[in-house]
């Protein structure tokens, strides 16, 4: 997400938050839902999709897993921390932490996502998924392969899986495909070949595939917009960059109010980030970012 100046005509009047139509696939082009799957998946595929999920009962044992205990370091490291941090909620003492180390072990022996078997780890790896493992990082250079490459092993992942972000949903859907070409079953629906949806008319897939956005017109008029949600005009329409600036720095605007430097430094620039993190400030606004930035330039 971002802001950004556009010019657009003096008399543009599309209505502010609202975003512009040019960017919204048209209606026309709306599917229907398929009637035999629920999101592309064939019915086995959709079975392990609910298993990665826990949305049916799954056995940790299945796939050659150790079902985590109420004493599993990361599993009673986890219910310490909600002691720690929510005693009003969790409770006090080791009653209370034994209790709530038994409700996590109990909930993530229901996921596969946690207890995925080395076939499911190598498929991960075959596409290139598991970089945690697979690559080193550095600021300079970026994310690296390991030479000679290194494949974890399922007991590593599954407890990588246990911290922090784990696996998206990119993940799920390999260990999905992986696993239906092992078991020799179909990964898509084959009514729908896995788009999740049919064509309302003949054609109108490739239509929607060839559509384009439109920009909004061009013209002599300043406004701020929002790239969230695709982009919308956030501001009216200024005949000059310096009333547009001055709208910025208008107090009545609360707390999107800016110093008239830093919003004159912004419309030159012409786009900054919605948010920044700056180690002395924390998070700021893009806006803000780039006027502190331009007029630390400007003082070098």
């Not at 550095?138 to 911290?163: C, D, F, M, Y």
């Not at 559509?211 to 005009?233: F, H, I, M």
Request: charged content about 20%.
């Amino acid at each position: 997400m971002s802001r950004e100046v556009r010019r657009v005509p003096l008399d543009f009047d599309w209505p502010l938050n609202k975003v512009w139509d040019g960017y919204l696939c048209p209606d026309r082009f709306d599917e229907i839902p398929c009637p035999a799957c629920k999101n592309g998946y064939s019915s086995h595929a959709q079975n392990l999709h609910d298993l990665w999920y826990g949305n049916l009962p799954f056995n940790p044992e299945s796939t050659g897993s150790t079902p985590l205990t109420a004493d599993t370091p990361t599993v009673r490291a986890m219910a310490e921390q909600h002691i720690t941090t929510a005693s009003e909620y969790y409770g006090t003492g080791e009653a209370a932490i034994q209790r709530d180390a038994q409700r996590i072990a109990d909930l993530w022996n229901s996921l596969w996502c946690h207890h995925l078997s080395q076939d499911d780890v190598d498929a991960l790896v075959a596409e290139d998924r598991l970089h945690a493992f697979t690559h080193t990082w550095s600021r300079e250079h970026g994310w690296q392969k390991i030479e000679p490459p290194v494949t974890p092993t399922a007991a590593q992942v599954n407890e990588w899986s246990l911290r922090g972000m784990g696996h998206d949903s990119i993940n799920a859907s390999v260990a999905i495909r992986a696993r239906c070409e092992r078991e020799g079953a179909p990964f898509t629906c084959s009514n729908c070949d896995g788009y999740g949806s049919t064509e309302a008319y003949e054609g109108q897939r490739a239509e929607a595939e060839a559509w384009k956005p439109t920009e909004p017109p061009v013209g002599d008029g300043w406004q701020l917009w929002t790239t969230a949600n695709e982009g919308a005009p956030i501001s009216p329409v200024m005949p000059s960059a310096d009333e547009l600036a001055a709208w910025m720095s208008d107090p009545a605007r609360g707390t999107d109010w800016v110093p008239p430097a830093t919003a004159a430094a912004f419309i030159a620039d012409g786009w900054a980030p919605s948010f920044v993190s700056m180690p002395e400030t924390g998070v700021i606004s893009g806006v803000e970012y780039v006027g502190h930035h331009t007029a630390t330039s400007r003082d070098e």
